[in-house]
């Protein structure tokens, strides 16, 4: 099968003209993948096993019916009938679960049925690494999801309701395509295999979402990769670059630069695509500026596969606010890109009451940022490629930001909702700051989310890899990051430690981890698409692994 990979063609001289995303950042984080499995390869997330059968008669979660001996089913087995809670749109190639509405914001159901044996689509595709979940999650001061529903907006704990004993999750228990079984905890086997993050599954359009059209598909076409707008960005010269830029009323197709002040139909957009056609194809999709939305997808010859995401559209379509890049084009813009991508429809429209998101909005600095030109690719640009719909991702971190300063706090603040999710990370701008410091300025933040029955999620920042092995890491503060979370009972990542045991497991010289992760090949804190990829990875991993409640849409 041909695939799609990301790769860096810029020669060790080009850092000269690096992005502007870097430029306040000294030293600095790397990109981490999706997660390497305990024993497996790194690369997006280790291997799982092809199509992994569930184990037969794995005893149920307290509350939730028992696994079936499930065989593999591709899409991911939905379970049977079920009402969706307000605030979650139905995932993609997943049903609502018997009886148990969920709480705004994705919280287990009351008494929602564990899924079929776990079974995993054709190919045994699991969310980012796999780790087997610890049972049903529970928001943070609700009561757990062993059959009971979990209050609103707080943060998941990783003890709430038993695992099932014995029963193995298959291939590391993924349902379909971006789409759930039940709502809730989901039901990871005590035994199963650890997956991969490969190419996602995909599912039925959920409620509300535009079917993909070819009309739409015939406003696209083909472009240079890195041409007009960097579209394609950071992808081989030769690869094949389709563009669609679905934009406003004072769109002007024949416009040759990116408008600076576009601002018309910014918001979020759901979104359908149907990939596949006559022939085989490697198609990788993503959005605004190299934002990824789908890890690359194969088709057979005639294959025709649907997917549906979320894509936050504003007015700077890379950094919130920075010097370094063109503010975009108006509207939705997308991009399917690879050796040979197969295309055939899209929908698209701004989401409304009925498909109204979970947003999920990042606070940090440019290791995480949405970086333009191909070059430089932080970790929450391509976060979206690990969640299926109703997450989506809105990332405001930005160029040389700090915990004392970062000036899109009121920006995500005025535009959350009770249920969203809110992902800290600071430190590589807080050198001169102690770990005291640092505390006291992002207690507020997270104090004023839960207050407005948001979910925050603390996360510290990448390691540095100033050497291999990984050296001190003190200065990026993950003790405060820790402490925050402790004081406030929130989750927390520690991303400096996960991504230090990745390098450092790479089994790679640092010349040879900057080469194939770094931007310009030489940059010590900052990642190229192919490492914030791989940072991605390690957070939706750990997401996973310690069952916080978007764990559920993880793809």
């Not at 090949?521 to 490492?531: C, E, I, K, R």
Request: glycine share 20%; net charge negative; hydrophobic share 30%.
């Amino acid at each position: 099968m041909n695939t799609t990979r990301r790769f860096l063609l810029l020669p060790l001289f080009t850092l000269v003209g690096v992005m502007a995303c870097s430029g306040n950042d000294t030293g600095g984080p790397q990109g981490g993948s999706g997660g390497v499995a305990q024993g497996g390869t790194p690369g997006s997330g280790g291997t799982t096993a092809a199509g992994g059968s569930a184990t037969t008669g794995g005893a149920p979660t307290t509350g939730g019916a028992a696994t079936t001996g499930g065989t593999t089913a591709t899409g991911g087995s939905p379970t049977t009938g079920g009402t969706q809670a307000t605030g979650g749109a139905p995932m993609t190639g997943g049903t609502k679960a018997t009886g148990g509405a969920a709480t705004t914001g994705g919280a287990a159901p009351t008494g929602g049925s564990s899924k079929t044996g776990g079974a995993t689509a054709t190919g045994g595709n699991s969310s980012t690494g796999g780790a087997t979940d610890t049972g049903g999650s529970a928001a943070s001061g609700g009561t757990s999801a062993a059959g009971g529903s979990a209050s609103t907006g707080g943060a998941t704990s990783t003890t709430g309701g038993a695992s099932p004993s014995g029963g193995a999750s298959g291939s590391g228990g993924k349902t379909g395509s971006g789409g759930i079984g039940a709502t809730g905890g989901s039901a990871g086997g005590a035994g199963g295999a650890a997956g991969a993050a490969g190419a996602p599954q995909p599912g039925s359009i959920p409620t509300g979402y535009p079917a993909p059209t070819a009309d739409n598909y015939a406003k696209c076409q083909k472009v240079a990769v890195g041409g007009t707008g960097n579209a394609c960005a950071g992808q081989p010269a030769g690869n094949v670059c389709i563009e669609c830029l679905f934009g406003g009323s004072d769109y002007n197709a024949s416009e040759t630069t990116p408008t600076a002040t576009a601002t018309s139909e910014a918001g979020n957009y759901v979104v359908t695509v149907t990939l596949g056609g006559a022939a085989a194809g490697d198609t990788l999709v993503t959005a605004e500026s190299s934002r990824g939305m789908l890890q690359s997808v194969t088709t057979t010859p005639g294959q025709s596969l649907e997917y549906a995401f979320v894509v936050n559209v504003r007015a700077m379509e890379g950094q919130p606010k920075h010097a370094g890049g063109p503010g975009g084009y108006p509207g939705l813009d997308l991009f399917f890109s690879g050796t040979n991508p197969q295309v055939s429809a899209i929908g698209y429209t701004l989401a409304d009451a009925t498909t109204k998101p979970i947003m999920v909005y990042i606070a940090s600095d440019s290791t995480t940022c949405d970086q333009t030109g191909g070059s430089y690719g932080g970790w929450g640009q391509m976060l979206p490629e690990y969640f299926g719909p109703p997450v989506g991702i809105a990332n405001y971190a930005n160029s040389g930001a700090a915990s004392g300063d970062f000036g899109f706090w009121s920006d995500i603040s005025s535009r959350w909702a009770k249920g969203d999710w809110f992902i800290i990370q600071f430190g590589h701008n807080d050198k001169t700051d102690t770990d005291a410091q640092v505390e006291s300025n992002l207690t507020p933040h997270v104090t004023a989310a839960i207050a407005a029955g948001v979910n925050p999620i603390m996360v510290s920042p990448p390691a540095r890899a100033t050497s291999i092995p990984i050296g001190d890491q003190t200065s990026l503060h993950a003790a405060a990051a820790k402490a925050v979370a402790t004081a406030n009972n929130v989750p927390f990542i520690d991303l400096t430690a996960l991504s230090t045991t990745w390098y450092n497991g790479l089994g790679m010289t640092k010349t040879q981890v900057l080469q194939a992760y770094h931007a310009g090949g030489t940059d010590q804190t900052h990642t190229n698409l192919a490492g914030g990829e791989k940072l991605a990875g390690l957070v939706a991993k750990a997401i996973k692994d310690q069952n916080i409640g978007l764990a559920q849409y993880l793809r």
